[in-house]
């Protein structure tokens, strides 16, 4: 008699299991850019957003905001070129909201500061020990940078940065400045009519470690320190 063939074996389920697993795993390998360039793994659906943001932030400050593409942001956050507009409608406002996610909880630190209960001096010290770290410490100073440096030739970026971060900050020292001098902590009243001057050694800090601090690096940390040793001495009568 003809011998029939024998039914296959069951694969048991976690055997199934394993293999879809590994299935899965190898979807998840990193992908061939335009041009055979590596791209960075895909990234999963709820962190695209903040993918494209770190992305940009790092093409920005290494080309600057004219030699950046998008087709470079979207390789490096390892998503399609044409993802990025379900996100952002065009470079301009892609590099508006890197403005706001980089240097908005600072902006909204500065304004939420209160002198009610604390010396205008401590709050100061607070302040400037959250920019060394959280700004000067990290890449979020490259935006500071680019805003400086290509500003004036995108006029529009300028204007929003006015709006966003620089407005904002200068009202509110502005009352924090009031404060301070109604109580005596201070004797420099025209501060409030210019409070430009507060923020400028951040502007100085920024741009010293652009362009010179290869040979001469700048100890941000002290510098604002120092400042905020003279802002509060005592005027000599």
Sequence with gaps: MPRHAEPAKRQPRSSA???KAKTSKLKTKSKRGAGGGKMVRTAAVPDRREAILAAA???FSERGFAGT???DVARRAGVAKGTIYLYFSDKEVLFQDLIRSALGPVVAMIEAADVSHLPLRAVME?????LVRDVFGTSRKNVIRLVLTE???FPKLAEFYYRE???RIMAA???LLKAAIARGEIDHAALVEFPQLIGAPLVLAVMWDALFSRWSPLDV???LRTYIDILFARSRP
């Design 165 to 167: 971060v620089i407005s």
């Design 17 to 19: 299991k394993a293999g």
């Design 69 to 71: 593409r998008l087709d």
């Design 151 to 153: 500003g004036s030739r």
């Design 221 to 223: 940390e002290k510098l």
């Design 173 to 175: 020292m502005r009352e």
């Design 57 to 59: 932030l790092h093409e």
């Design 126 to 130: 607070r302040l400037s020990q959250t």
